[in-house]
């Protein structure tokens, strides 16, 4: 065999091969969202005194856009506090060890990753609707706040677990490169280590198996696998099947978690004790335990008495605890039931915002800004509906429309928070 | 990069096809007027520039490292340096191989932070082939054998040294002449070649171990 020609043949087979199942509009998409949107920060590129103009001007922006409250969900990465580990930085990744007990990580939309004593996790590509945890060893518990757009990925050894929304716990054993995971809710696919197709995995199931010379033997057992972290990631409940856990030590919650998070603390609560405050839990900023506390009712139920006020309320509970739908859910229902309202004008903002910021169709977030401009033309959120549009616009590549939305909105704002965008375009 | 670029890969969100037709009449064909938009900050300009090199750098990324899930997000990474680096481009014309050589710099980048993490015991995988869901690929290829050989080549690769991996991925997978391939990552013409021979002999000897990407080389299926 000639190495030259072989080498040819094997780069186009290689390449025909990457090509047949490589969906690159998919990847240009998200990588040009991302570049668009931070491209007022990385760039900066153009001489001193317009670098200064920029950076002011995104400050600007962001203050901007802090300003508008409470109401506002800045596109940006999760944030994250880790409790009970030991935390070593390496440039964008940090690992973590449960080296005294157990420990937890926490981020911004809810999500919370136990890890059990002796386990390693490195958390590598936070992004602002999800992260990247390589498990390397032990027991991780999981629970995963669903969205759409979620972008959670989950390694245990060479294993891959692909989750939206959905709880878990799953130990990988580096030194037997054994697997096994539980699944209370959702579903999860599981691929990796030679596996081929992935296997799919829905609550209630579980799987145990291994990773030996590049081969997975993965088989689906009957009951859950006996681990005290499986039902301590539960919070005590089994919520897939409804029935309460065992009360014996190996269903105990992790020590302290009872306390520290309200979702343990309302999972665990007598069935009979009346719901917990929402209200006053979202007053308090405990979001997770406001919404517990709505779904202990009955979001549809809850949603039945309210007046506007209340169902934006309530939606700002919804998303801020991570549950895209259910705050779309309520701010539709303000449209429904209070037109030409002003509550009804600040719904189809927010709904234009959760379409733009949680990638949802450009389109849809423009009409629905647009909806609110014609409804509120004056109201509070017109500048950011206004500087919103135009970044939609330049997002597009759609000059004549974003042209004109700069010279509109320089007209209206010219100090605004999207003036400095609106100047690059018009090169005033 | 050897291959010409897709006329426009990116399609815009659905109800957007208006917009599109507005965008095709853009004014930046030529690559000199582009580049000056670009420095002076210009949004629209940037978004053309990626449009227009974006599915190069995707494809050469994804020769060199294989399925990654961070694909995006590297590709992110090297129009971020595009971006910061436009004011040194004098040449507009030499647009092109400079943004081959930012990709270069990048995947090389990623590969060294792989083998670091391999080395230190952080991780035994240096690269999740498995993970393709999440990283363009479609979710039920139907050759499931020939996603198995490429992840065997992609594994062997993981044993060259990451300046041999470049070399050989863009020469073969990508296409590149051979002088392409020294000026994007920036090795005079003999170091090219020299390492691409070296590469030549470690991937072929390991290949001979593996029957499927044997049947690759010798133009057969396994």
């Known amino acids: ?428 | 990069m050897s291959k010409s670029p897709p006329s426009l890969a990116l399609e815009p969100a659905p109800g957007l096809q208006r917009q599109r037709e507005v965008r095709a009449d853009r004014s930046w064909d030529d690559e000199a007027d582009l580049v000056a938009a670009v420095q002076a900050g210009d949004r629209l300009a940037m978004a053309a520039l990626f449009d227009r090199y974006s599915p190069d750098v995707l494809r050469m990324l994804r020769r060199v490292l294989g399925t990654d899930p961070d694909l995006a997000d590297l590709v992110q990474e090297v129009f971020a340096r595009v971006l910061r680096g436009i004011d040194q481009v004098h040449d507009p014309y030499a647009l092109r191989g400079w943004i081959s050589s930012i990709a270069v710099f990048v995947a090389r980048e990623c590969i060294r932070r792989r083998k670091r993490r391999w080395w230190l015991g952080l991780w035994r995988r240096p690269q999740d082939e498995s993970d393709a869901f999440e990283s363009g690929f479609e979710e039920a290829p139907t050759d499931w054998e020939a996603r198995e050989a490429l992840r065997t080549v992609y594994r062997i690769l993981d044993s060259l040294s990451a300046e041999e991996r470049l070399v050989f991925t863009l020469r073969f997978f990508e296409g590149m002449e051979l002088t392409e391939v020294a000026s994007a990552c920036g090795f005079s013409l003999a170091t090219a070649k020299r390492r691409i021979a070296k590469a030549r002999e470690g991937f072929w000897a390991m290949a001979q171990h593996e029957p499927a990407v044997r049947a690759w080389m010798e133009g057969g299926e396994r």
């Open chain 1, 1 to 428: 065999m000639n190495q030259s020609d072989a080498f040819e043949r094997l780069g186009k087979r290689v390449a025909d091969t990457q090509d047949a199942s490589f969906d690159e509009r998919r990847v240009l998409i998200a990588a040009r969202r991302r570049f668009l949107s931070r491209s007022a920060e990385t760039t900066a590129p153009v001489g001193g005194r317009r670098q200064e103009v920029l950076a002011y001007g995104a400050l600007g922006a962001v203050l901007g856009m802090a300003l508008v409250g409470g109401h506002m969900w800045m596109t940006r990465p999760l944030s994250y506090e880790t409790e009970q580990l030991r935390v070593r930085v390496e440039g964008a990744r940090s690992i973590v060890r449960a080296d005294r007990g157990q420990g937890a990580i926490r981020f911004s939309d809810g999500t919370v990753v136990w890890l059990d004593k002796g386990a390693e996790a490195m958390l590598s590509r936070v992004h602002d609707n999800g992260a990247t945890v390589d498990v390397a060893e032990g027991k991780a518990r999981v629970q995963v706040v669903h969205r759409t757009d979620g972008r959670w990925r989950f390694h245990f050894g060479p294993f891959g677990v692909r989750v939206t929304g959905t709880r878990f716990a799953a130990d990988w054993q580096d030194s037997t490169s054994e697997f096994s995971l539980t699944l209370t809710e959702g579903s999860v696919q599981i691929s990796g280590c030679g596996m081929g197709e992935p296997t799919t995995v829905s609550a209630g199931q579980s799987v145990a198996g291994s990773c030996v010379d590049g081969r997975a033997s993965l088989r689906f057992v009957t009951e859950p696998i006996p681990s005290p972290a499986v039902s301590a990631s539960l919070g005590g409940a089994d919520h897939a099947t409804g029935n309460a856990a065992p009360s014996s030590s190996s269903g105990s919650p992790p020590a302290g978690e009872e306390r520290r998070t309200p979702r343990a603390a309302s999972a665990m609560a007598d069935p009979q004790e009346p719901p917990p405050d929402w209200e006053a839990l979202a007053r308090k900023g405990d979001f997770r335990g406001a919404y517990e506390a709505i779904e202990k009712t009955g979001f549809e139920a809850t949603c039945d008495g309210a007046g506007p006020g209340t169902l934006l309320q309530l939606a700002d509970v919804a998303r801020l605890a991570g549950r895209m739908d259910r705050s779309q859910r309520a701010l539709m229902l303000v449209r429904q039931r209070h037109p030409g309202t002003r509550a009804s004008a600040t719904a189809a903002f927010e709904l234009g915002r959760m379409a733009a910021d949680r990638g949802g169709s450009a389109a849809s977030a423009g009409t629905w800004f647009r909806t609110y401009l014609q409804e509120a033309p004056g109201g509070p959120f017109a500048r950011e509906a206004r500087g919103r549009l135009l970044e939609l616009n330049v997002a597009s590549g759609n000059r004549k429309a974003a042209e004109q939305a700069a010279e509109d909105y320089l007209r209206r704002y010219p100090n605004g928070p999207h003036a400095v965008l609106a100047r690059s375009i018009v090169g005033k």
